[in-house]
Every structure is written in structure tokens, then in C-alpha cells.
């Protein structure tokens, strides 16, 4: 297989999607390879296969604003690949969601979820309905509106979806209430529950605290610790908050957190204090992260991104290509030597080449951030089982599957005794996979 002749022929297949073309290339350029050598994956075209979604659902969702108007959002859910489980997938809401951003979220997922272990395939939908600014009552309406469609093609062993950006505990909360109501059931249709209607401890915490484990084995392997690291974090959602919450509790100082206004930087650290502050800023009151330097005294960069602040160790966690090629090269030259992705798909292909050439290590999103959708897949198996894990069980299998994903990482990824994450990644999450779907037939 030649990788030009294979991304002309997805970019004919899927004009102008960009972001889609940009997950491709970079699973491509290590699948590729590893397909020349192993035939069987050709003659049965498993990439190609895995590139054309399983089915692609796009609605109109109508809701009623607070002045009573009605208003008019497109909604999506791509079910991409369901070889190893159930489609799984966030969704996004945010204004500049459209299908090529989705297609590439999902595309990834099928990859991710494989590395996990668990049984889930892959999925990811949304809408570009903007939240900010929005009454909570508005958030409710639009939220039943996209269900009353979505709930037609989901279901506990159908596709299972979950938050991204934009959908957090607020909002699956008023899905899931209008799910069980259109389905006359209770079941595990959407992961990242409420703690008291199926939710799972340490699923809020999960993609944050799997990503600082990620980094732990990598600073493992070069006996290391994280301990006294200077670690720069952009974002202040979800994944952000806790990643630095993990990472104070591992005693390493985190001096940065950004959301798209602008950066602060906190050269004395966010303790526990300032990061309960944060989450009530950030989770309860929707405010901006600027409020966080004016509370406590320190610097706020308006409009920039915080990679020029020296540090050992980075954690991209707001969204897709927030790292381009010069900001990977202010972070090489700020003295960062380890980046582990919260976000998907944080750094451009340049960016990549960048960390590469400068010899840092390099965890890929697939990777790093896979803890989310592990606990998910937990939630899953507990809402079947009828049971709840303690927040200890919980923690302890979150563990166990980061070391599991580093460990598939190292064993695909390792070339003349160096560690290339994105190939192992990239060739790990296929290989389960392809396998299936060769054990399928043409199907
Ligand atoms: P949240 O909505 O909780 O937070 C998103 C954060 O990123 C906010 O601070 C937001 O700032 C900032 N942000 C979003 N879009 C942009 C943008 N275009 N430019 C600058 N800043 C931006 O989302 P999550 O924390 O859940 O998700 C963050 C990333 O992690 C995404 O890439 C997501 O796909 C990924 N992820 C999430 C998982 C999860 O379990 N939630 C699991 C795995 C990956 P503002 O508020 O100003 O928009
Ligand atoms: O990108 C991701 O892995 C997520 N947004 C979490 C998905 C999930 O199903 O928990």
C-alpha cells in the first residue's frame, strides 16, 4: 500500500473535511508500514474499511429559546465502527462543530477504545449548539430536543454516548431524563450518569486522572517522577481541572490553565485551595478563567496560549490543533521534554514532526486520554451488572488500564530501543481491531 495513493483517494471520498484527512494521515503513516508487512490486512482492505463510518445520522434540532422563539441547531451521531463493541463516543456541543470535526473524533475513538481493552467500538456525535450564554432552562430544552431524535439510534447495546466539550453532568443529566422517558426504560444509554442514577464514581475524574498516569509510566521508564515537575495545562474544563487536581495530589506544581480568552500563570502553583476556587468558577458559575488572576494576584494573558511558559512537562486539554508548529517549538525551547495529550488531537502534523525531531516524549491523545471512555466502559458494565464499583475499585482498574495502554504503546511502538507512542498507539488500537473484522469476513 502507498500512503499518497491511499489519502487522495479519502480525500475524494470526503471533500474538505480536514480535520478527518488529518486523523487519517497520522494513523496511516504508522498503520501503513505495519500493513506492508502483514498482507492479509491489505487484501481484505481493513483500512479502508475502518475510514468509511458505519453510518452517519444528521437532524435538525428545533428547541424554544427564554424569549420564546423557536430556534434551529443541526444535530449528529457518527457510528463509525462497532467491530469490538458497542459504538462509544462523546458528544460535542460547541459552536464550530460540523462533520469533519466529528468523523475525526470518532475515527479516533475506534483506535482509543481498542487500546483500552474494554469491548467498545467507535462513535462520537454532537451539535453546533453553543452553550454560552445559554439559561440553564434553554440548556434543558435544547438537550431534550436533540435527544427526542438521538434516542432513535442508541440504546445500552446499540451506541453508548457520553460527554466532550460542552456536555458535562448538566447536560447528560437532562438527556438521559428525556432518554428513559421516549424509551419507557432504564437502562445504560449514555455513560457519565449522575452518581444516583447509574453513574459511576470517578467518571468525572477519569480522563484527567488517567492522563496524569499515562505520564507517570513514561516518567517511570526513565526513572523519573512527577514530583516537583513544572507542568503547564491549557483549558480549564473537564479534562483540565482534573489533570492539575491529580497532579497536585503527585506533588507536581501546575502553573497554567487557559480557557479561549487567554491563559493565567500562576508561577507559585495552584494548590488544592485555588483549584476547589476553580472548580466552582469553572463547574458551578460558568465564569471565565481571568477571575482566577484577579482572585489571586497573578498574571493573565488575554488571546495567547500557554506554551511559551518554561516547564518540564506539558498537557494539552482544551481542543483539536491548539499546538501548530511554532508552538511546539516555544514549548522545545521553554524546556519542556514530555507532552501528554488530554485533548484529541492537540498538535498538527507539523507540531508532531516538531516533538519528534527535538526527541521529547510524546504521548498521543488516543493514549493519554483513554481513561474517560475506560471509565465509561466501567459505567457500562456496572449499569448491566445492576451494581456500583467503589471509588477504590474504580481508581485501581483506571490504573491498571493506563499501564496496560503504555504497555501496548511500548510493545508496538518500539524501533532500535526508542518509544514511539503514536506508532504504538496507532498499530495497537488497529491490530485488535482488524483482527475482528478479518475474523468477520467481508461483512
Ligand atoms: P470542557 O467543555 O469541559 O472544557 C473545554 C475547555 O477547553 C474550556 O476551558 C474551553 O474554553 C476550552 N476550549 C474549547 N474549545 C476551545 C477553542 N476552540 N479554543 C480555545 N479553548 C477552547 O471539555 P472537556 O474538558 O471535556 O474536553 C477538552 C478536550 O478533551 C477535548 O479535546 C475533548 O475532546 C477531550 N476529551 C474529553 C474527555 C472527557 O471525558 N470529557 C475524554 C477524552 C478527551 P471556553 O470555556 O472558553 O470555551
Ligand atoms: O474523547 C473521548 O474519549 C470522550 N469524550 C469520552 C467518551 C466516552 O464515551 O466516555
Redesign the pocket.
Known sequence: MEINAFMDDIIKKNPGQKEFHQAVVEIANNVIPFINRNPQYEEARILERICEPDRTIIFGVVWEDDDGRPQINKGYRVQFNNAIGPYKG?L?F?P?VNLSILKF?GFEQIF?NSLTTLPMGGGKGGSNFDP?GKSDKEVMRFCQAFMTELSKYIGEDIDVP???????AREIGYMYGQYRKLHTEFTGALT?KGLNFGGSPL?TE???YGCVYFASEMLHAIDQSLEGKKCVI????????YTAEKLIEEGAQVIT?????GFIYDPKGINAEKLAYIKDL?EVR?G??SEYAKEFGCEFHAGE?PWKVECDIAFP????N?IDKDDAASLVKSGCKVVCE?????TTLDGIKVFESAGLMHAP?KAA?????AV?GLEMSQNALGLTWSSEEIDERLRVIMRRIYDQCVEYGTENGNVDYFMGANVAGFVKVADVMLAYGIS
Open positions: 462523546g460535542r460547541h464550530t473524533l482509543k454560552k457520553a460527554g466532550d466539550i460542552g456536555v458535562g457519565g467518571r477519569a480522563t484527567g491549557s483549558g480549564s474544563g473537564n479534562v483540565s481541572i490553565l487557559s480557557d479561549s480568552s469553572k460558568r471565565r478563567i496560549k486539554s482544551a481542543t483539536q491548539e488530554g485533548a484529541n488531537m492537540p491523545s486520554n483513554a481513561g474517560g471512555v465509561s
